[in-house]
């Protein structure tokens, strides 16, 4: 059940953070218009957490494991989910490639991920490691993202994410080869496409 909770309630601590709270992290939140009740949930890349709040605050869901590898960003994550007293996010400092030996394969029933959006060699690296990683796939490929989301999603699970616009024959591409079907895109301002997918 949906109860529309006002975003900006929410108390988001960043200031030490680079990588601020953008408009495609708070669009993607309103782009999962599902029913979560009692559903399983894994955020990759939670940044401070944002999106695992809005999810809980907002929906009966039974769980929500959210991944930060960057020090500085996990510690901010975890005093997030405190300050907004979130009871069933479970955080975890770990890098998303390692998390297959942590959680048993199609553990989850909803996987949703703003991943970095840019190619290495797609512009130049920012100096600042926050946004270096945040941004550009330094630590993780769009490839890598999907056999892991192939892995850890249960069968006719959803995955949410977005991705530039440019690179939206990249998605349909990784996840033809991972048993995920687009089941809905929604496009913002000609640069961000917003996916719903399933896994087959």
Known sequence: MFRKIDIKKFKIKEKNLKNKINSDSINLCFFINENLENKTILELGAGSGLISIFIEKNFDIKSIDAIEIENETYSTLKENVILNDCKKIRTHH?????????????????????????????????ENYQRKIGRHEVLITMSQLFSIIKILLASEGLCFLCYPISRDHEVERNGEKNNLKILKKETLNSTISFYKLAKN
């Open 94 to 126: 770990q890098d998303i490639k390692n998390i297959i030996s942590i959680f048993e394969e199609d553990s989850f029933d909803i996987i949703i991920s703003n991943p970095p959006y840019y190619q290495i060699g797609n512009g130049k690296l920012p």
